[in-house]
């Protein structure tokens, strides 16, 4: 809330908790090797708002690397120059979804299985494995579209409107979540899916030779 046009000491005090939350969440990230340092990236929606790390930020080290832009793709912000490339992505994703926080990793069997399918068209689904996977996830939508691109945002967001984990063929994944800690839940749960179907898909293969 502002007065005068200023925001308040409530309001300045409310971001500056979302910030923690989310630098929390950038080393709890990196920790659990769901990306390296300098890979990935963070964002909370807060009404036409979102906090967002800034590009080139590394996860584990987020303090003073946190911006605030707009939601709406129409009014850009002079701060987009220093926020995520994938600025955009989080922008079409807010706005197709119910989502208050997404968080954007590079885990190495995510990554690893989105490489695997060759199918056509826009999007791609990995079925998962272990009950735990299936009972969370479902299945997880493997999508197309290069680093921050237009093509990206929209099937990323497409995608998210049914599910609330993805990944970029090739690139990473992205987990939504009305709390930053679910997005988390679900960035975690993609890995875990995508690990243990690789390592079963490896010993049929080995079992089938």
Known sequence: MKIGGMPTAQSLIK?????????KYGKKIVEAGLA??????????????????????????LEGQIVTVPVDTASPDELDVIASTEVNVHRAIYKAT???????????YAVTMSML?????????????????????????????GVGSAELARNAANALRDHKGIIVQGHGTFARGATVD???????????????????????????V
């Open 15 to 23: 971001n500056k908790r979302r910030m923690q939350e989310l630098i």
């Open 36 to 61: 390296h340092s300098h890979f990935g990236n963070v964002s909370k929606r807060v009404g036409d708002q979102m906090l967002i790390s800034t590009t080139g930020s590394m996860l584990d080290e």
């Open 98 to 108: 119910s989502a208050l926080a997404i968080l954007h990793g590079h885990s190495k």
């Open 117 to 145: 399918l060759y199918e056509p068209g826009e999007q791609m689904l990995i079925v998962p494995e272990d009950a735990e996977s299936v009972y969370v996830l479902h299945e997880i939508p493997v999508v197309r579209g």
């Open 182 to 208: 679910e997005a988390y839940v679900i960035l975690s749960s993609v890995e875990h899916a995508c690990t243990v179907k690789y390592l079963v898909d490896s010993a049929k293969k080995r079992i089938n």
